[in-house]
């Protein structure tokens, strides 16, 4: 009867905690998708950035021209003359997810517009990254560390800057798809199960959909079995965990488009196809080892070593030829600039140029995961007891995003996840010792807790006999009654060993009780502290719009809302035909907002074309039209924050343009715009920088707003102020001169210059009478 009391009352206790931690999990969800919800609360229902306004016009393609014009649309609007295939140079993860999500809203007569699930896609995504989290972390440390890690995931100020309601980027949906990833290849090398490794595949190829960042999957988790390899924690359910993703996830890859063949040709999937490799000769090994005698055990050995070394000596000579014939060894730009640092600024200053791939400073890690960084350590600690398999992956991604994100502040979204992870582990751990500590030292609840603890370690003992005993073979059976005797009265001492280990072990864990309410106490204090950041951080530092600006007075709040004003200027105002050129920057805005052709956009995909339009702006007036003349282009916009103290402009961006535009054409110089090395716009400033085309389209008329002409984020008085537009005419400047578009002048000096040239010929064979004679030029 006790025994039967005593299992009810386990079963209710774990019933009661599932529904608990199921209404934890709703709540968490609630939370990482209402903190998101302050951009649209404070602003309006807009999308952000630059590239989601891309990603909202590819889905505004989709969802009205269907995926089969997607796959085959050529978008003539960009990088004109040349054009772009967009099916086959996008991720479309994100576009098909936010597709799938209206459509289904359509079929069940929801009116959502398309622009308003895009707004709302990357909230809801967190709620599930959430989830994902919960279920990565309890395969590793059980529920209660799940539930702290996807509580501290939920808010998270490093991962709501890329998921707050309309950051409508790849990273939305791409960071879920990591940690579920993540977690079905946990979950598939704890329980062995070919199907959770089939899923694992499937959320690979989901990951790859998504986001570039896939290849961080595909050599972390290679990385995590060569290191259970060399450990000697090779199992079969490390090969059932990894092979089927190899095979399956890279045979899925390929399928996407913008992937293709470099699943298999580029030097980022190399190491996976490697360690495949060495996986097979390992099993090979071991079943080699199962089957026969210790003897002829080494001599296999010795003959399958053989081999594999010559199949990996010919794999690796083929792949030192295939890297050898690239210039970049098989290696990207971007995955070539995390290996080296130095790599980007050195050779392509496109990628150096863009703010999101620089290295983050020590500030940005407390702002972005706060108190995280600090309780990242201890969790790293509990990892090690016991050191598991789970545990060991989840160090090696600890690690590995520590070192990607000091080197590119936009992977501090991929280091996000794995402090949550860390941290929930070590605040379960140390909740866990605290708590137990109170526990043990309230009256009258020693003895309960020592019964609770003798009658779980009892039954966990027994389970490992039983365990034990459907394992023995076939001739223990056969034995004499007195041995099973014997058997049973040592398994009993075992039992009650056990009991008594645990207690002492459990003993030495045990706090002085006002030490653990006075720690429960401050790491409450540290989670109050956290949340207070996280919410100020989701309020004011991540929720506004790029294209709506504010700024804090004495007079009140300012609303900069230019951006808009000049997009709506270039739809109203001009033809639909017409060419804008910018820096690529603004390019994506450009064609969603304001329907025009451009130049150049934020794809970066052709260096060259970008190089010519950095050429145009460095160079004088004259040579900048000809420039932009050979282009088609009518009208050029610029950004210019000179005037309310805007500092992501065009001037402050202006050096990357000479570097770019002088790695293609050898006569722009850097030097030529520098004064002793610095880079002025003052009197101080070179003849070069004061004559080139962004300094006059960022400065005309800018003395006529003070009458000094100072520059408020330069912070000083521009160095040329008097100066006249010869082959540019200014259209519009918006409310706070934030946007300028100049349009090109018609090429009439030509035609004056013939008509010149015919009347002077005619006026000299007619007037020899009037040689003596001057006469007024009539064209100046």
């Given amino acids: 009867m006790a025994a039967s009391e005593t299992s ?104 959502l517009s398309v622009e308003t699930v895009c707004v709302f896609t990357a909230p809801i995504f967190s709620a599930f990254a959430s989830w994902a989290t919960y279920l990565l972390t309890k395969e590793v440390k059980g529920a209660g560390a799940g539930l702290m890690a996807a509580a501290l995931l939920a808010m998270v100020p490093s991962y709501i800057s890329r998921s707050v309601a309309g950051s409508y980027d790849n990273e ?65 359910r490390l090969y059932i965990a990894y092979a089927p993703l190899v095979v399956l996830g890279t045979l899925l890859a390929s399928l996407v488009p913008v992937v293709g063949f470099n699943a298999v040709m580029t030097s980022e999937h190399f190491a996976s196809f490697l360690v495949f490799i060495i996986i097979h000769v390992v099993a090979l090994v071991y079943y080699i080892k199962g089957i026969l005698s210790p003897k002829m055990f080494k001599v296999a050995v010795t003959f399958v070593v053989s081999i594999g070394v010559v199949v990996c000596g010919a794999v690796l000579a083929v792949l030192i030829a295939l890297v050898a014939s690239s210039p970049t060894k098989g290696w990207s730009g971007r995955s070539l600039s995390l290996l080296d640092p130095t790599y980007a600024s050195k050779y392509i200053p496109i990628i150096a ?40 992956f989840v160090i090696l991604y600890i690690v590995t995003s520590v070192y990607f994100s000091g080197v590119m502040v936009r992977l501090m979204l991929v280091l996000a996840p794995a402090a949550c992870i860390m941290s929930g582990i070590a605040l379960s751990a140390a909740f866990d010792v605290f708590t137990r500590s109170i526990k043990f030292q309230l009256p009258g609840a020693t003895e309960n807790s020592e019964r609770d603890a003798g009658e779980t370690s009892s039954n966990s003992v027994v389970a490992q006999n039983d365990v034990a005993k459907t394992e023995k073979n076939e001739d223990a059976v056969k034995e004499r009654p007195s041995k099973k005797n014997r058997k049973k009265e040592k398994e009993k001492e075992n039992v009650e060993k056990p009991s008594v280990k645990s207690q002492i072990k459990k003993k030495l864990l045990i706090l002085p009780l006002e030490a653990s309410i006075i720690a429960i106490f401050l790491l409450v204090l540290l989670g109050a502290f956290y949340v207070v950041h996280c919410v100020w951080a989701a309020a004011e530092a991540y929720s506004a719009p790029s294209i709506v600006l504010t700024s804090h007075s004495h007079d009140g709040l300012h609303v900069f809302d230019d951006f808009r004003e000049a997009y709506a200027w270039l739809s109203h105002n001009t033809e639909v035909d017409d060419k804008v050129a910018s820096w690529w920057d603004y390019g994506y805005q450009t064609t969603a907002m304001a329907n025009r052709t451009v130049i150049v956009d934020n794809n970066t995909w052709n260096n060259t074309h970008i190089a010519t339009v950095g050429t145009a702006m460095s160079s ?93 984020v330069r912070r000083t008085e521009i160095g040329k102020k008097y100066f006249k537009l010869t082959h540019f005419e200014e259209v519009f400047t918006t409310h706070h001169w934030m946007v300028r578009i100049y349009k090109l002048k018609p090429p009439k000096n030509r035609i004056r210059g013939r008509a010149k040239k015919s009347k002077s010929k005619a006026s000299s064979t007619t007037g020899t009478k009037r040689i003596g004679t001057k006469k007024k030029n009539p064209w100046h």
Avoid at 33 to 59: A, C, G, M, Q
Avoid at 369 to 390: E, H, T
């Fill in 172 to 236: 939305a949906v791409a960071i879920f798809a990591l940690i579920f990833t993540f977690y079905l290849y946990i979950k598939t090398l704890n329980t062995g199960s070919l199907f959770y490794a089939t899923l694992n595949a499937i959320a690979y190829f989901y990951m790859v959909c998504s986001w570039g960042g896939y290849t961080f999957i595909i050599n972390l988790i290679p990385m995590h079995v060569l290191l259970c390899i060399v450990t000697g924690r090779y199992s079969s």
């Fill in 353 to 392: 140029s863009v703010s999101e791939h620089q290295p983050p400073t020590w500030p940005s890690y407390f702002m972005d995961i706060n108190v995280l960084a600090f309780l990242v350590p201890a969790g790293i600690i509990a990892c090690f007891s016991p050191l598991s398999d789970a545990s060991s």
């Fill in 620 to 712: 004088p007036e004259k040579a900048a039209w000809e420039i932009f003349n050979s282009l088609d282009v009518k009208y050029v916009l610029v950004v210019f924050g000179g005037l309310v103290g805007y500092p992501s402009d065009d001037i402050n961006k202006f050096l990357w343009m000479v570097r770019i535009g002088g790695g293609v054409f050898p006569h722009i110089k850097e030097p030529d715009y520098l004064r002793d090395g610095q880079y002025r716009i003052d009197s101080q400033a070179t003849p070069t920088m004061l004559n080139c085309l962004m300094y006059k389209l960022s400065y005309y008329r800018f003395v006529e707003t003070d009458g000094k002409a100072f520059d408020r």
């Fill in 8 to 111: 009810k009352e386990t079963i209710l206790r774990y019933a009661f905690g599932n529904v608990l931690s199921f209404f934890i999990l709703v709540l968490i969800g609630v939370l990482a998708f209402s903190i998101r919800l302050f951009s649209v609360i404070k602003y309006e229902s807009v999308i952000h950035e630059f590239d989601p306004y891309f990603n909202y016009r590819v889905t505004q393609y989709l969802t009205k021209n269907g995926i089969y014009d997607f796959w085959n649309w050529f978008d003539d609007r960009t990088w004109y003359p040349l054009g772009r295939v967009i099916g086959g140079t996008v991720y479309p993860g994100l576009t098909l997810t936010a597709g799938t999500i209206w459509w289904l809203l359509s079929s069940l007569n929801i009116p």
